[in-house]
Structure formats: C-alpha cells, structure tokens
C-alpha cells in the first residue's frame, strides 16, 4: 500500500514564483490535512478538508490556498512565494470519524525559497 | 490554541523511564501522540478519548485527564529505538488536530 504520497520531495523556488504541492492518498480517508513543519519547531496546520468540495483554514492559512475535487488528492497552492515559506511540509489524512482518528503522514516534501 | 507540552527535552540512559505532558486550555475530545525520527515524518503511537482512559503499547502508555485536559506519555525502560521527538496532537471536536512543539528524547547506551 502506497499510504500518502507527495510529491515533489525537494524544491528550491525563487522569491514570487509560485508551485503546487501535490498530495494524493489510497486509504478512502475522509478527512486531509496540510502541515508545516520549520526547522527544529512544531507542525503547523496551514488548511485541512472533511470531504471532497469542502475546505476549511487552519492555523497559518496566509500564503497558501487548496482544493479537494476528488477524495484521492488535496494539492496546497502556493502563490507568490516568500523566504518565510521555506519549510518541510507534510500531507496527512485519516477517517475523521467520531473521536478523531489516527494521521497518517507523507514523507514529506522540503521547500526553500530563495 | 496550541497546547503545552513538557519538558522540552530529556536525556536518558538505557532503561531509564520517563514521562511527557501535554496540557491544553481548551475541552479535549481527544489526545494523540506521535513520535518523529530526525528527516522523518511523524509516526502515531496512540490516541486517547474524552473518559480518563489509559492506554499503553508494550512499554510506552499514556493517560488522559479530561477535567485538567492533560494527557501524560510514560516511556518505561527506554531503548535507543525510542530516541526522537514527541507531539502530541489535540482535537477540541472540530477534526482539526493542532500539535504541540513536541519533546525531544534522546536515549544513550
């Protein structure tokens, strides 16, 4: 089983551009999270979805923007991109159900804007 | 609101136990917990309900305290394999879990 995949793994991205982080999972999870991790910190959540066609912000939105058109993929968008987004971001999805259910994460994909 | 773990880090020799907590200021319907391996990604350990359950996986187990929205994480006789970082990760009922600063474990021979 494949788990959560993302891709890329490494990127290096100059002031302004923007990129797309892709995420796409095979469990049938429900529910999808973006994270973001900075060297030596904590995770982060940037934003997090329930279902298809339904996203919500999480707790460092700005910056960032999402969509989640099928159960499968949830990619996080960045626009315009700032030295304050280098950082390690991890994807993670569970079943949401009542309760809360395990994360379960990507490998990860590392990003330096330069 | 990000919850309060402690202590920030801890050294331990092999065999030696040790405990981590989470606070939060917020009702908590659940606790999670993780551990994170330097390039890794976070791995879960266990997660514990709204009731005061305590749960435990060979020799790491952890505690929930509804009224004080505290979990606590017990590592008994620590092996090097236990090295890394600690979260945990708090969910108000919302499904948006929002994570500590974690707790890093280092273990010696």
């Known amino acids: 089983n494949a788990g959560v995949t993302q891709t890329p793994k490494f990127r290096i991205l100059k002031i302004g551009q923007s990129m797309t982080l892709q995420c796409t999972q095979d469990?049938?999870?429900?529910?999808m999270y973006w994270y973001r991790q900075d060297p030596g910190m904590g995770l982060k959540l940037i934003y997090y979805?329930?279902?298809?066609?339904?996203?919500d912000k999480g707790e460092v939105p700005n910056g960032y923007n999402v969509s989640r058109s099928t159960t499968e993929d949830f990619p996080l968008r960045l626009e315009l991109a700032a030295p304050s987004q280098t950082s390690v971001y991890f994807c993670?999805?569970?079943?949401?159900?009542?309760?809360?259910?395990?994360?379960?994460f990507g490998e990860g994909s590392r990003l330096t804007v330069l | 609101q990000q919850p309060v773990q402690s202590p920030q880090a801890v050294i331990l020799r092999e065999g030696e136990d040790a405990v981590i907590n989470c606070s939060s200021s917020?009702?908590?319907?659940?606790v999670h917990w993780y551990r994170q391996k330097h390039g890794e990604a976070p791995v879960f350990l266990m997660i514990?309900?709204?009731?005061?359950e305590q749960k435990g996986h060979e020799k790491i187990s952890a505690s929930f305290n509804e009224k004080k929205q505290q979990s606590s994480l017990y590592l008994t006789a620590s092996q090097l394999s236990y090295s890394g970082t600690y979260f945990c990760?708090?969910?108000?009922?919302?499904?948006?879990?929002?994570f500590g600063a974690g707790t890093r474990l280092f273990v010696k021979a």
């Open positions: 993670a999805s569970s079943f949401g159900l009542a309760g809360g259910q395990a994360l379960f």
């Open positions: 469990m049938n999870h429900n529910y």
């Open positions: 979805s329930v279902g298809a066609g339904i996203t």
């Open positions: 917020k009702a908590l319907y659940s």
């Open positions: 514990l309900l709204k009731g005061g």
């Open positions: 990760g708090t969910d108000t009922g919302g499904f948006k879990t929002i």
